[in-house]
């Protein structure tokens, strides 16, 4: 099941993060094996989107033309069946779209997180050598 409102909470905590937040380097390490979990987790919930995204579609369409197709109607230009297809697939390309923002997030936290862990240690190693 698709799960906004925890994929927008793991927004919220990551944007709200500050470096006082993550000031040991303890702290530091917590705070990247937690962003793991999170990238797995909206990469499910990318995937569970992704499926519901294309069921709706097939829906949207299969019932565009079985109305059509039962008026004996005409079918209008691909392009306003295509934008009508899009409008009624709005809510889960949506949800798409905040799984796949939520990964991108976890991934340049995760990366940031890394480079920090890899500047404490150079610092340390700096500071015993000098002393």
């Known amino acids: ?14 944007e709200g993060l500050t470096l006082s937040d993550i ?8 705070y ?8 797995a987790f909206s990469a499910g919930q990318m995937v569970i989107a992704r499926e519901a995204l294309h069921s709706r579609r097939k829906a949207a369409y299969l019932s565009v033309y079985g109305s059509l197709k ?9 392009s306003v069946i295509k934008d009508y297809i899009t409008d009624c697939c709005g809510k889960e390309d949506g949800n798409c779209l905040l799984a796949e923002r939520v990964n991108r997030t976890c991934t340049h936290a995760l990366d940031l997180s890394i ?13 015993h050598i000098q002393s």
């Open 1 to 14: 099941m698709f799960n906004e409102s925890e994929l927008q909470g793991i927004l919220s905590y990551i």
């Open 23 to 30: 000031s040991s380097l303890d702290t530091l390490r917590e």
């Open 32 to 39: 990247a094996i937690k962003i793991q979990g999170w990238m």
């Open 70 to 78: 039962a008026m004996d109607k005409k079918l209008p230009q691909i």
């Open 115 to 127: 480079t920090l862990i890899s500047a404490c240690k150079a610092e340390l190693t700096n500071l």
